[in-house]
């Protein structure tokens, strides 16, 4: 499992995809832990590299699907779980993964292996901390198909994610992740946790999927185009981010709609009142 890839033999040496493996045994146990019983689950682990949360998700999986970039590790993983075929291994970008296909799809001896009832995979990863928000993303869109997902990211990224409206974390991120999910910061470990070691902490979320699309009754598609515009420039009122989309007159409407001053930001809104502004903007 890769947070940003690997040491060589005697001098730790930075890898060429950027990647810090978790070396800490202890650690491994305790996030695959956060997943919960995944006896008759489906895992998705994305970045395995060397395979320290994958021997223990190995051992406890009904069946494990691990998905790695770089060539040479991945072989060495499929030669390693060559004899356990409820392990496969993919080689693939998981930024370009279609999830639906690889999760319903059998393949040969895995016939067998699909779980005991039908259910929403689960998903564990160290993610790259240079594209964190983009791995999201791509989980997000394919939410339907997962109900947990444990992920360990920079800890300012933590954070940012796990931020309350108000807070000089609150962005764009966080109102995403908690449009699709609820989040709760697990535990924080330090750089020597990994090899090599990164120069900022990481801190393990656990995101249980619940969408709050009807409870919001709001159309994500539009809903988080509407979001994207609001934090566009975070410095900026709210009114600013969405007049050269809307008129100015029924922004200022709306916000008075929903008891909001005409001077607030976006990061002060709960998703609630954002979407209540949504919602009056396209009426």
């Known amino acids: 499992m890769a947070a940003t ?45 060397k395979g ?24 060495e993983l499929r030669f390693k779980y060559r004899l356990q075929p409820q392990v496969e291994i993919i080689e693939a970008d998981v930024l370009k993964l279609d999830f ?33 928000s983009d791995i999201l993303l791509r989980l997000f869109e394919f939410h339907e198909q997962f109900d947990v997902i444990v992920i360990m990211v920079q800890r300012e990224v933590a954070d940012r994610i796990a931020a309350s409206p108000g807070t000089r974390d609150y962005g764009m991120l966080s109102a995403t992740a ?22 900022v902490h990481s801190s393990v979320l656990r995101l249980t999927v619940a969408p709050r699309f009807a409870e919001l009754q709001i159309n994500p598609a539009g809903f988080i185009a509407f979001l994207k515009m609001a934090f566009a420039m975070k410095r900026k009122t709210l009114l600013n981010n969405l007049k050269k989309d809307y008129g100015e007159e029924i922004i200022r409407s709306s916000l008075k709609e929903a008891g909001v001053r005409a001077d607030v930001r976006a990061e002060a809104l709960p998703l609630e009142t954002a979407a209540q502004i949504f919602r009056k903007l396209k009426n």
């Open 100 to 132: 639906r296909t690889v999760l319903n799809r059998t393949i040969g001896p895995l016939n067998d292996l699909r779980p005991l009832k039908p259910s929403r995979a689960r998903v564990v990863g160290n993610l790259p901390y240079y594209i964190t």
């Open 52 to 75: 320290a949360l994958t021997q223990v998700l190995a051992r406890r999986a009904h069946r494990l699907i691990a998905v790695e970039l770089d060539r040479m590790m991945s072989t």
């Open 5 to 49: 890839k690997r040491a060589n033999s005697g001098a730790a040496k930075k890898p060429k995809l950027g990647q810090n493996f978790l070396a800490d045994v202890g650690a491994a146990e305790q996030i695959v832990e956060a997943l919960g019983d995944v006896s008759n689950s489906v895992v998705v682990e994305i970045g395995p590299g």
């Open 178 to 199: 908690q449009l699709y999910a609820r989040i709760e910061n697990l535990f924080t470990l330090p750089p020597e946790a990994f090899s090599p070691p990164p120069k």
